[in-house]
Every structure is written in structure tokens, then in C-alpha cells.
């Protein structure tokens, strides 16, 4: 006869969780210490379904970690409910094309490798929180960001039109700098009829497109105002050295995230960062290769900040002027100084108080 306690869950076992998250829901599957295979369910992506998929793992046992896929899109509030319960989160990367073909594809699939990779200790990245200063300067800063392109493309359409408008709106308007050429299409009479001449059709079109950049521009300066104040608040040592101004912090804050701790080394830090030198030896050749990976937009980020000092900085200066006497190439300097700066960043994101 089979006890009345065989099927409840041992609460005292060891397992690791694996979840594959969407927008709608978040599939979870639970493995023991051994990569056995446990169960597995799927949860909407409610924060009701979030404290029910909760709920869930820890009734199956100790949870060692989860492995989350997505934590910085649809895995996010997951991640950020689960750190608030106590429990370790890993970044899982999504599976390859190799195991894919040789697995197939499947919600089930992809949580089961999660949460192998959580066992195996092939996710060990920690996540980035999603619940601070930095994530209120995130959603800024792409807000900007997407102003900033569009009022880009805005006036390279503006200026387009003007090369193909006849004479004598060409001729009105060729020669004119941009804030006064805005201005003057902004004051083009708007239409006011239905069937408009060709004349009054580009100066409706020049109208509504400078009217646009106007607002783009007006939408841009009060979110960078925001960013500035934010900024200057949660890391004022960033600011207070030379080159780096107010866009390429918020950048290097929010690669970091809201919790900074999660990166232990400056070396984790510039591979982070894309700049770190990458082995790329082989038999009796001994070398390092440019690393082309990390986050692309704090790469860019500390390019931004050696350029600065290579302008204005003497002894930036001094030490280009030393190393190229030595041979080395300009590029290589550069890769030089990214590495070095990344280095200084990561003192003052991760140990600010040492600054």
C-alpha cells in the first residue's frame, strides 16, 4: 500500500530551475542536484503568476538557483521577485543553433537547459536589477536616444526636400542655417483647402517635418535635463573626472545595472566592456586579438572618453606621444587607454566611496 506521504514534495531536496520567459507566460522546469528531470509547468507572466510560480519551486524543495532566460526583457520582474524572496538568479543565454538541431525546439526544451545550465554552473552571470536609479536613467536615456535619431533623419528628409523643391523654394531656402531654415518652414502657411498646388504642397510637407524637429528638440532637452539630475545624484564621481560627461555615464551606469556588486573583477568588467585583450594563440604564436564582444554601447562609451582626453588632457597626451615613440600604432593606443579607462570606471562604479 502506497503512504499518504509518497507523493508530497521533499522539501528538504536540492534543485535548480530552469525558465524560459515570454511575453504572456513563463515556462518553469525543475531538475535535482543530479540533472534529473523533476517537472515542469507553465505560469502566466502576471505578477499573480509570478508569486504562483514562486510559490511553486520552493513547496518542491530547496531551491539552489534559477536560471532565467530574458532578465533584461521578459524575465526582468521575474528576476527582480525572485531576488526580493531570497532566492540566486542567473542569466541564462538562450540555446544555441547546435543544440537546438540536435534537441529541437519547445518551451519545455529550452527550461529543462535552463536549468542544466544552472546546475552545471554555465550561467553564472548575475543579472542586472531593474528596480533603481539606473533603471529610471535607462528608460530615459533610450527615450533620448530614439529622439536624438529621429530628429536626425527628420532634418536629413528637410534638407533633402529642399535639393528637389522648385526655384523658388529652393532658392528661398538653400542658403540659410539650420535654426533659421526651421524656422522659416515652420512658418509656411498651413493648408487650407483639400487639392494644393505643388508649391503649397512642399511648403506643407517643409512645414509639418520642421514642426516635428521643433518638438524633437523640445522632447530631447527635458529628458536630458532628467538624465543630467539623475545622474549628478547617483554618481557624481563619474562626472567629476575629466572626459566623461553626462550621456557616456548614464551609458556605463546603466551596463552595470543597479546593483554594480555583481561585477567582482575589473577584468569581468572590461570583457564586460569589450576591452579586454582575447587569447588567440596557437603552436609557437604567441598573441591577444581584439575583443569584439560585451556591450557595444559602453565600448563606444569609454571610445568617447579616451578621444576627449586625447584632445584636451596633457597627460593623456604624454602618454600617447611616449607609447607611439615605442612604436605603437594609434589603434593600439587607443585599445590601450579604453582598457585603462574601463579600469578606473570600475573603481568608481563598484567601490565609489574610494573614488
Not at 528538504?12 to 517537472?39: E, N, P, Q, W, Y
Not at 570583457?271 to 586579438?289: D, E, K, M
Amino acid at each position: 500500500m502506497t503512504s499518504m506521504t509518497e507523493n508530497l514534495p521533499d522539501v528538504s531536496a536540492r534543485i535548480f530551475v530552469g525558465v524560459d520567459t515570454h511575453k504572456d507566460t513563463h515556462h518553469v522546469a525543475l531538475t535535482d542536484h543530479l540533472g534529473r528531470d523533476l517537472d515542469d509547468r507553465e505560469f502566466a507572466s502576471t505578477a499573480a503568476g509570478v508569486t504562483e510560480l514562486i510559490a511553486w519551486i520552493t513547496a518542491a524543495g530547496t531551491v539552489e538557483r534559477v536560471g532565467v532566460e530574458g532578465t533584461g526583457s521578459y524575465g526582468s520582474t521575474l528576476a527582480t521577485a525572485l531576488h526580493n524572496a531570497e532566492v540566486e538568479v542567473v542569466d541564462v543565454d538562450r540555446p544555441d543553433r547546435r543544440a537546438r538541431r540536435a534537441q529541437g525546439k519547445s518551451d519545455p526544451i529550452d527550461a529543462r537547459s535552463a536549468a542544466r545550465a544552472a546546475l552545471t554552473g554555465k550561467a553564472t552571470t548575475t543579472p542586472k536589477a531593474h528596480d533603481g536609479n539606473v533603471e529610471a536613467i535607462r528608460f530615459l536615456h533610450n527615450a533620448r536616444h530614439s529622439c536624438v535619431k529621429s530628429r536626425a533623419e527628420a532634418i536629413t528628409q528637410l534638407k533633402s526636400m529642399i535639393v528637389n523643391a522648385p526655384d523658388r523654394i529652393r532658392t528661398e531656402l538653400r542658403d540659410l542655417t539650420d535654426a533659421v531654415l526651421f524656422a522659416t518652414c515652420r512658418r509656411f502657411a498651413p493648408a487650407t483647402h483639400r487639392v494644393l498646388t505643388l508649391d503649397e504642397a512642399v511648403q506643407n510637407a517643409l512645414r509639418t517635418i520642421a514642426i516635428r524637429i521643433d518638438s524633437l528638440t523640445t522632447e530631447e532637452r527635458d529628458l536630458t535635463k532628467h538624465i543630467e539630475a539623475l545622474v549628478a545624484e547617483h554618481a557624481p564621481q563619474l562626472l567629476a573626472r575629466f572626459g566623461i560627461g553626462v550621456n557616456t555615464a548614464a551609458q556605463l551606469l546603466i551596463t552595470v545595472g543597479d546593483n554594480p556588486d555583481r561585477i567582482t573583477t575589473e577584468a569581468a568588467f572590461a570583457h564586460l566592456c569589450g576591452v579586454a585583450p582575447i587569447q588567440a594563440s596557437s603552436g609557437r604564436t604567441h598573441r591577444h586579438r581584439l575583443n569584439r564582444g560585451g556591450d557595444r554601447q559602453a565600448n563606444r562609451a569609454l571610445y568617447i572618453i579616451a578621444l576627449v582626453r586625447l584632445r584636451s588632457d596633457e597627460r593623456t597626451k604624454r602618454y600617447r606621444d611616449r607609447r607611439l615613440a615605442e612604436g605603437k600604432t594609434p589603434r593600439e593606443i587607443m585599445r590601450c587607454l579604453k582598457r585603462a579607462i574601463a579600469r578606473e570606471v570600475f573603481g568608481l562604479l563598484v567601490h565609489p566611496q574610494h573614488g
